[in-house]
């Protein structure tokens, strides 16, 4: 995939924003921000020159995909202090902070800081979510049963491995975020969902092998 086909570039005299449609699900944190860096309508949609450098780094870093990007002298993106996997109702596994995502391509930068994750088996662009779980009626309120081992300290690289035909393979410190709100699971190891078929969501059960779940398309 090239550069120029799906990543769009936003030039302001001091920061380039960049947008991936790769990655977009169109939560709206962007849009719906309390000033005038994105305004529907307006061409062109993202202006970096209208608000602070602040501003820019903050609003790009509320985009729950990694969707948005941004480049500019004195500004530099942030990982979360905490690797979080947060468990969305009826929705993805939004995942934060310091990541090795398998499956994303060398130019989708803002994966190593952000990322939506397909949990229902529909996306069309797995391992990524693509709102498929929207018009499959996909189920589930985000509960988190398991409390989990725990580890010595958070941080550090958080590893997502997709396993072809099965689940997603986490290794690194984490903590599993509950619809709720609530941290409800916190290890170094987890086997997660993506095929919709587990009983114990967010987690695998192995359901993927007798539901011919396939990562393919």
Not at 4 to 32: P, T
Not at 158 to 186: H, T
Request: charged residues 25%; proline residues 5%.
């Amino acid at each position: 995939m090239s550069e120029k086909k799906f990543i769009h570039a936003y030039e302001g005299d001091e920061v380039k924003v960049m947008w991936d449609q790769r990655l977009c699900i169109h939560v709206g944190e962007c849009g719906r921000a309390d000033n005038d860096l994105f305004t529907s309508g307006r061409d062109p949609w993202c202006a970096p020159d209208e608000v602070a450098q602040g501003d820019v780094k903050r609003i790009c870093e509320r985009c729950p995909t990694g969707a948005l990007t941004f480049e500019g002298d004195g500004l530099e993106p942030e990982a979360a202090a905490h690797n979080t996997v947060h468990v969305a109702n009826h929705g993805p596994l939004y995942v934060r902070g310091d990541l090795a995502i398998d499956g994303a391509a060398d130019d989708m930068t803002g994966t190593k800081r952000r990322v939506a994750l397909c949990r229902c088996g529909l996306s069309k662009n797995k391992p990524f979510c693509d709102n498929s779980h929207e018009a499959g009626e996909f189920a589930d309120r985000g509960a988190v049963g398991s409390e989990g081992p725990g580890y010595e300290a958070a941080g550090g690289e958080l590893s997502v491995q997709a396993l072809p035909n099965g689940p997603l393979l986490l290794n690194g410190n984490f903590d599993i975020v509950a619809s709720s709100g609530q941290v409800a699971f916190r290890g170094t190891k987890a086997a997660l969902c993506r095929c919709g078929h587990s009983k114990n969501k967010p987690f695998c059960d192995g359901a993927h092998k007798a539901a011919g779940f396939t990562t393919d398309g």
